[in-house]
C-alpha cells in the first residue's frame, strides 16, 4: 500500500467545531468569533517576514517597478480587492498594483475552480504583464496551487522579486518565493472553507503591505489620507476634514481652498500652510515625486531663507 496522503492544516477537521450541523445560531456565531480571535496572533507571529516582504517590494516600487497580486478563487479575489481600492484611497495609478486571478475577470464573480490546476496559464498571464523591475505576491492558502507556482516561477525567472502568502507550512510557494510569509491559521470552522480564517489571514496581510508601502510612498501625511481622491459627496466632505485637520482651519476656510486646489487634499494643504498659489505647490509636489512630506518639506526649505 502506498503512502497515506497527508491533507494541509487548512483542509482538516476542527474538533472545535465537530458538532457544527447541530449548534444554534448563537452558539455558531460566538463559535466563529472565537476561532477568528486566534488570526490576529497568527498573523502576529509572520511580523518579521511580512515586514521584509514589505522592503524588498517597496524597494522595487521606489525604482520605479510594480505590484502584482496573483492568485485563484478566494485568494485571487481578495488580491483584486486589495489592488481595486489602491487608487481611491491612495490616489494612485491604476497601474501601480495591480491583480491577476486564475480563470479571468469572470472568476471574480463566479467560481471556475479548475483554472487553479494550470501551472502554464499562471506563467503566461506574468509573462504578458511583469518585468524585472516589478514585484509580485503570490496567494494560495494551500501554497500548492499549480497556477500560482507557475506565476511565481516565471517572476523569477524574469527576475522581479517575489512573495507569497499561504496558510501552510513548509509548502511549495513558500520555497520557490522569495520572500515566504505562512501564516499558520489552523483548521477552519467548516472543514476546507478557506474563505475563513485563511481568507480572514491574507486579507489582513494584504492590507498590512499596501498601506505600509503607500505610507512608506508619502501618500500619507500624518495619518490621513491626503490623496484620497475626491470622486463623490462622501469623498468632499472628507476631504474637506482632511484639510480641517492637517491646517487647524475652520470649515469654510477648508471648503473653499479643497475647491480651488479641484479636491485635491495635498494641494489645498500646502496652499493654506504655506500662502502660495496653486501652481507652485503643484511644482513642489512633482519635484518630490507626489511624495507629501518631501513636498513640505522643500517648501519649508524655501521660505526658510
Known amino acids: 500500500m502506498g503512502e497515506a496522503v497527508k491533507s494541509p492544516i487548512t483542509e482538516q477537521s476542527n474538533q472545535n467545531s465537530a458538532m457544527l450541523d447541530q449548534l444554534s445560531v448563537g452558539e455558531i456565531v460566538r463559535l466563529m468569533n472565537k476561532e477568528d480571535h486566534t488570526v490576529a496572533q497568527s498573523v502576529h507571529r509572520e511580523l518579521p517576514f511580512i515586514e521584509r516582504a514589505i522592503e524588498a517590494i517597496l524597494e522595487r516600487m521606489q525604482g520605479g517597478g510594480r505590484l502584482f497580486y496573483i492568485g485563484a478563487g478566494t ?50 498571464d506574468i509573462a504578458e504583464r511583469v518585468t524585472a523591475k516589478d514585484a509580485v505576491v503570490g496567494l494560495a492558502t494551500s501554497g500548492t496551487t499549480p497556477y500560482v507556482l507557475g506565476a511565481i516561477e516565471e517572476a523569477k525567472r524574469i527576475g522581479a522579486v517575489t512573495a507569497a502568502i499561504a496558510c501552510n507550512q513548509g509548502t511549495p510557494l513558500g520555497a520557490l518565493a522569495d520572500y515566504p510569509i505562512e501564516i499558520l491559521v489552523g483548521p477552519e470552522v467548516i472543514s476546507g472553507s478557506t474563505r475563513l480564517k485563511a481568507g480572514t489571514s491574507q486579507k489582513m496581510v494584504l492590507n498590512m503591505i499596501s498601506s505600509a508601502i503607500m505610507i512608506r510612498l508619502g501618500k500619507v501625511y500624518g495619518n490621513l489620507m491626503v490623496n484620497v481622491q475626491a470622486s463623490n459627496e462622501k469623498l468632499r466632505r472628507r476631504v474637506v476634514r482632511i484639510v480641517m485637520e492637517a491646517t487647524g482651519a475652520d470649515e469654510a476656510t477648508a471648503r473653499l481652498y479643497s475647491e480651488q486646489a479641484g479636491g485635491d487634499a495635498r494641494i489645498a494643504i500646502l496652499m493654506l500652510k504655506f500662502g502660495l498659489p496653486r501652481e507652485d505647490v503643484e511644482a513642489a509636489l512633482q519635484r518630490a515625486n507626489a511624495h507629501f512630506r518631501r513636498a513640505m518639506d522643500l517648501l519649508e526649505g524655501v521660505q526658510g531663507r
Open 75 to 124: 485568494s485571487g479575489r481578495l488580491g483584486t480587492l486589495d489592488a481595486s481600492e489602491c487608487p481611491p484611497t491612495f490616489g494612485v495609478n491604476s497601474e501601480l498594483v495591480n491583480a491577476i486571478i486564475a480563470g479571468g475577470p469572470e472568476a471574480l464573480v463566479q467560481a471556475i475552480e479548475n483554472a487553479e490546476d494550470d501551472a502554464e496559464a499562471g506563467k503566461r
